[in-house]
């Protein structure tokens, strides 16, 4: 199965509403994870089962979806929102992950 | 302070091999999964294998077989990645990261600050 994130990149500002797509070549139910990776740094667990926001993430995050079609939501874009985002499958041994949306300041 | 705390950077030629290691700290070290995932300089994420700390069960990715070698010392609560016959392509960041206790396999919820390994001649 195999993961593809869009848009690869992607400029906003501050306050804006940004959406991340994340299909998957098979359905996956919801098998789906979203992770932010800022520069030099780990991957942090954002949302999991494609809509259950991790412990101490902020309400901004959203994430939805089932079967092929996923979406990450960040309802008003904060500074330190500018991230790469990687979608994951879940409940398969592969762990496949997105290539990656990369979060640009406008 | 719940946390995995990674050995530090490494250079090695290639056909050599590499142990990293990673220390978990402020949770009981048994009862979650260790995985290793590595980040190839400017590119994405990729899943390589995984520990059962408890029973040393250790399952890999197809690409890797052969070549990684998965261990763990429960006395000190670390886990090791050894991986050989590096290529150049090896050369990546490698992560440690804590599998969630869910009824969902995979959901990555405390991560290492990782490892770079460079292999160059």
């Known amino acids: 199965i195999q993961l593809t994130q869009s848009p690869s990149s992607l400029s906003a500002s501050i306050g804006d509403r940004v959406t991340i797509t994340c299909r998957a070549s098979q359905a996956i139910a919801t098998y789906l994870a979203w992770y932010q990776q800022k520069p030099g740094k780990a991957p942090k667990l954002l949302i999991y089962?494609?809509?259950t926001l991790q412990s101490g993430v902020p309400s901004r995050f959203s994430g939805s979806g089932s079967g092929t079609d996923f979406t990450l939501t960040i309802s008003s874009l904060q500074p330190e929102d500018f991230a790469t985002y990687f979608c994951q499958h879940l409940n398969d041994f592969r762990f496949t992950f997105g290539q990656g949306t990369k979060l640009h300041i406008k | 302070q719940v946390q995995l705390v990674q050995s530090g950077a490494e250079v090695k030629k290639p056909g050599a091999s590499v142990k990293v290691s990673c220390k978990s700290s402020g949770y009981t070290f048994i009862g979650n999964y260790i995985h290793w995932v590595r980040q190839a300089p400017g590119q994405g994420l990729e899943w390589m294998a995984w520990?059962?700390?408890?029973?040393?069960?250790?399952k890999f990715a197809q690409k890797f077989q052969g070549r990684v070698t998965m261990t763990r010392d429960t006395s000190i609560r670390t886990a090791y990645m050894e991986l050989s016959r590096l290529g150049s392509d090896d050369t990546a960041i490698y992560f440690c990261a804590r599998e969630m206790v869910t009824s969902t396999t995979g959901v990555f919820d405390l991560w290492g600050h990782g490892t770079l390994v460079t292999v160059s001649s």
């Open positions: 520990i059962n700390p408890n029973s040393g069960d250790t």
């Open positions: 089962t494609a809509s």
